[in-house]
């Protein structure tokens, strides 16, 4: 069965450009347009009003783009369409790219086309390519695929296996739920690069980069939770998979025994570092930034396990003391550290914890580059 596809162009607030965006996917697709309407107040009524052959969805108040585009999706298979290819209508994206993720499609309709943006070239934002790398490594973490965009607007969606999902956000992270459930439910995903702009006066980006990377930061912690509590042992089990993507990741050929051993130094830091609770969290991404080795770190990081979480608070007391003037609190055994101790001698265990977590880092990274060298020879 030949795939039937409508267009889906969410828009709020975007008259500049709203018309030659709806006019360019006309000129490189015989589809359905559909354009959904998000409330918008300025005066994109409008100009959809002065726009023929089209179908128009309208929302109020705003909702959000992940409600828009489930509403536009929603309309495409009431057409009796199978898939929509999404695009935006702040005129960021080239109509002209169309034509290649409809050949993705009817390639492989089961597939999830990724309209792939060269985010190196000069004209992207520093934060948007900063906040793609982010999105792009937490969806690895999630799902164990890689991709270069995961944050494009720009997409290829088969609509069946949307059916009966249920969804945790109706906005702009929708986009990033919706690919990791779609991988989960195990829905290939294909890559097509495609162009991009940014440069121009007339755009208008609704992005707020406080809010919204919140709240997409905020999702990936439950992804990345379903995914280590659910996703991944299911993986292992039935399919024998997570043994093989973390040995891939630990081992790297490619990756230089000084790296390596920088990435357990770094797990040793964090483990040991007076975060509790939060040195993953934190340490995860850094290790991702200064591109780590992230399962040498994490594995590093856990150091800070149950059984040697008093031998480190002890070991912390103990440096502290030595940089901590006037009285100074030292503990005769392991059975007097107490939460309470913590909270009264609070600046000597923070000092003596930061010490102790710099002299683990660097005797770690000293003893295992030679270690990695000796033993990646033989």
Same mark, same amino acid.
């Given at each position: ?99 290649? $993720?409809?050949?993705? $499609? ?109 709240? $997409?930061?905020?999702?990936?912690? &439950? ?19 997570? &043994? ?113 977590? $710099? ?20």
């Amino acid at each position: 069965m030949e795939p039937r596809i409508a267009v889906v162009m969410p828009t709020y607030n975007n008259a500049g450009t709203l018309a030659a965006a709806i006019a360019g996917v006309k000129a490189h697709i015989a589809a359905p347009v559909i354009v959904v309407d998000d409330g918008s107040t300025d005066g994109t009524e409008a100009v959809l009003r002065a726009t023929e052959g089209i179908e128009l969805l309208r929302i109020a108040p705003n909702k959000g783009k992940g409600n828009a585009l489930r509403q536009g999706f929603a309309h495409a298979r009431q057409m009796g369409c199978t898939h929509a290819i999404t695009i935006d209508s702040d005129g960021q994206h080239d109509p002209a790219d169309i034509p290649a $993720i409809a050949a993705a $499609i009817a390639a492989d309709p089961e597939a999830m086309v990724m309209g792939a943006r060269d985010m190196g070239q000069a004209s992207v934002p520093g934060r948007s390519s900063f906040g793609n790398r982010f999105s792009n490594f937490w969806f690895k973490v999630e799902t164990g695929i890689t991709l270069s965009d995961t944050q494009t607007g720009f997409r290829g969606w088969p609509l069946r296996p949307l059916e009966g999902m249920r969804w945790l956000t109706d906005r702009f992270g929708f986009e990033v739920e919706a690919i990791v459930k779609l991988a989960w439910r195990g829905t290939p995903f294909k890559q097509v690069p495609v162009h991009v702009r940014y440069d121009f006066p007339e755009r208008v980006s609704h992005f707020k980069p406080f809010l919204d990377f919140t709240r $997409i930061s905020v999702l990936n912690t &439950w992804l990345v939770a379903c995914a280590l509590l659910w996703y991944w042992p299911k993986r292992a089990i039935l399919q024998g998979g997570l &043994w093989r993507a973390i040995r891939s990741e630990a081992v790297r050929p490619e990756e230089s025994s000084l790296r390596k051993a920088c990435a357990i130094g770094f797990g040793l830091f964090m483990g040991i570092v007076p975060i509790w609770g939060l040195q993953l969290l934190v340490g995860i991404p850094l290790a991702y930034l200064f591109r780590l080795n992230r399962v040498l770190f994490v594995a590093a990081a856990n150091i800070s396990i149950p059984p040697m979480i008093p031998l480190i608070l002890y070991a912390s007391y103990r440096t502290g003391a030595l940089f901590s003037p006037g009285e100074v609190y030292v503990p005769a055994s392991l059975d007097e550290l107490t939460l309470a101790g913590i909270h009264t001698h609070v600046v000597q265990y923070a000092v003596g914890a930061i010490v102790l977590a $710099i002299v683990a880092g660097a005797t770690g990274l000293l003893l295992a580059w030679p270690l990695l060298r000796i033993c990646r020879k033989r």
